[in-house]
């Protein structure tokens, strides 16, 4: 008998082996991608963290460079003072052996018995020198007198060796300086400017001439036969006594302004030059000499006769203040 076979199992399906090596792949991929990301993200926190060291230390180097240049300059600073320091005591040094040597020139002519003497009476001419050179200056205003007052007492006062009168020849250079900046006498100025301010006036009327011009009408050339015209000013100095009268009237005032001119009298000399106006705009009417004229009258108005130095006197002062009165 026979018995029947076992039946055979049915195989099962085969599997898809290509879908799971694409998604072993894929997972693949991604871990490869995630460990790549990791990886940036990890490298630029590094890198990060290394620009913010590098950062911090640059700034950490300038402070130090910043510190060692203030440093430097407080040294160079420190430097200068000490040179300046040096050179003040270097001087000052200086000083004292010069002093030290006045010191000594001086104790070694205390045995002198003529000494307080002679300088006594140096001294004397000297202020009296300076006395007069002063009331020069104040009562006449005489620069150049004033000048060679202090010129005359500058070599008696270089002849006193006492220390005490040192810094009154300085003073003294001081007042000549100021004295010779003054310039020339204002008063050889004005005198020259008042002569030529009442010098060739003419003796005759200015002639007033009628316009004969081919555009003056007829009229006007017939009347001007018969009608003279004049300025107003010069009126009543066409007859020549009366102009004779003028002119001498403003010699008179010429005489006056050149005695208030020698005695410096601004006052006098203004009230002068404006009678000297008025003459001449009555014997200049009409002239064109007047326009030049009383430019010069300005000119002389503005000048000063009076010098004066702020520095006047100053020598003399320090002078009776180191004798003691």
């Given at each position: 008998m026979n018995l029947p076979a076992d039946p055979i199992p049915a195989s099962p399906p085969p599997r898809n082996r290509r879908g799971g090596t694409l998604?072993?792949?894929?997972?693949l991929l991604l871990a490869l991608g995630a460990g790549g990301w990791y990886g940036w993200r990890q490298w630029q926190a590094q890198e990060t963290q290394a620009q913010v060291a590098i950062a911090q230390q640059r700034d950490a180097l300038a402070l130090r460079i910043d510190a060692l240049r203030q440093g430097q300059r407080a040294q160079a600073e420190r430097l200068q003072q000490a040179e300046a320091t040096n050179r003040v005591l270097r001087d000052e040094l200086l000083g004292l052996g010069q002093r030290a040597a006045v010191l000594e020139d001086s104790v070694s002519k205390l045995?002198?018995?003529?000494?307080?003497?002679?300088?006594?009476?140096?001294?004397?001419?000297?202020?009296?020198?300076?006395?007069?050179?002063?009331?020069?200056?104040?009562?006449?205003?005489?620069?150049?007198?004033?000048?060679?007052?202090?010129?005359?007492?500058?070599?008696?006062?270089?002849?006193?060796?006492?220390?005490?009168?040192?810094?009154l020849r300085q003073t003294l250079a001081q007042e000549q300086a100021a004295l010779e900046a003054l310039?020339?006498?204002?008063?050889?100025?004005?005198?020259?400017?008042?002569e030529r301010l009442v010098a060739n006036v003419p003796a005759n009327a200015p002639a007033m001439t009628t316009p004969t011009t081919p555009q003056a009408n007829w009229l006007a050339r017939l009347l001007g036969h018969f009608v003279r015209a004049q300025?107003?000013?010069?009126?009543?100095?066409?007859?020549?006594?009366?102009?004779?009268?003028?002119?001498?009237?403003?010699?008179?005032?010429?005489?006056?302004?050149?005695?208030?001119?020698?005695?410096?009298?601004?006052?006098?000399?203004?009230?002068?030059?404006?009678?000297?106006?008025?003459?001449?705009?009555?014997?200049?009417?009409?002239?064109?000499?007047?326009?030049?004229?009383?430019?010069?009258?300005?000119?002389?108005?503005?000048?000063?006769?009076?010098?004066?130095?702020?520095?006047?006197?100053?020598?003399?002062?320090?002078?009776?203040?180191?004798?003691?009165?």
């Amino acid at each position: 008998m026979n018995l029947p076979a076992d039946p055979i199992p049915a195989s099962p399906p085969p599997r898809n082996r290509r879908g799971g090596t694409l998604l072993l792949s894929l997972l693949l991929l991604l871990a490869l991608g995630a460990g790549g990301w990791y990886g940036w993200r990890q490298w630029q926190a590094q890198e990060t963290q290394a620009q913010v060291a590098i950062a911090q230390q640059r700034d950490a180097l300038a402070l130090r460079i910043d510190a060692l240049r203030q440093g430097q300059r407080a040294q160079a600073e420190r430097l200068q003072q000490a040179e300046a320091t040096n050179r003040v005591l270097r001087d000052e040094l200086l000083g004292l052996g010069q002093r030290a040597a006045v010191l000594e020139d001086s104790v070694s002519k205390l045995a002198d018995p003529d000494r307080y003497g002679a300088q006594a009476l140096r001294l004397d001419q000297v202020e009296l020198l300076l006395a007069i050179g002063q009331q020069r200056l104040l009562l006449d205003g005489d620069v150049d007198g004033a000048l060679r007052a202090l010129a005359l007492a500058a070599p008696l006062l270089a002849d006193i060796d006492d220390p005490a009168y040192l810094n009154l020849r300085q003073t003294l250079a001081q007042e000549q300086a100021a004295l010779e900046a003054l310039g020339a006498d204002p008063r050889v100025r004005a005198e020259a400017l008042l002569e030529r301010l009442v010098a060739n006036v003419p003796a005759n009327a200015p002639a007033m001439t009628t316009p004969t011009t081919p555009q003056a009408n007829w009229l006007a050339r017939l009347l001007g036969h018969f009608v003279r015209a004049q300025p107003t000013a010069s009126a009543g100095l066409r007859q020549g006594a009366d102009r004779d009268a003028a002119l001498a009237a403003l010699q008179v005032e010429a005489s006056l302004g050149r005695v208030a001119i020698e005695r410096r009298d601004g006052a006098r000399l203004q009230r002068a030059l404006a009678r000297i106006d008025a003459g001449l705009q009555r014997l200049l009417a009409g002239s064109p000499q007047l326009r030049e004229r009383r430019q010069l009258l300005a000119q002389l108005r503005e000048i000063a006769l009076q010098p004066s130095s702020p520095l006047a006197g100053s020598t003399l002062a320090q002078l009776r203040a180191l004798r003691g009165g």
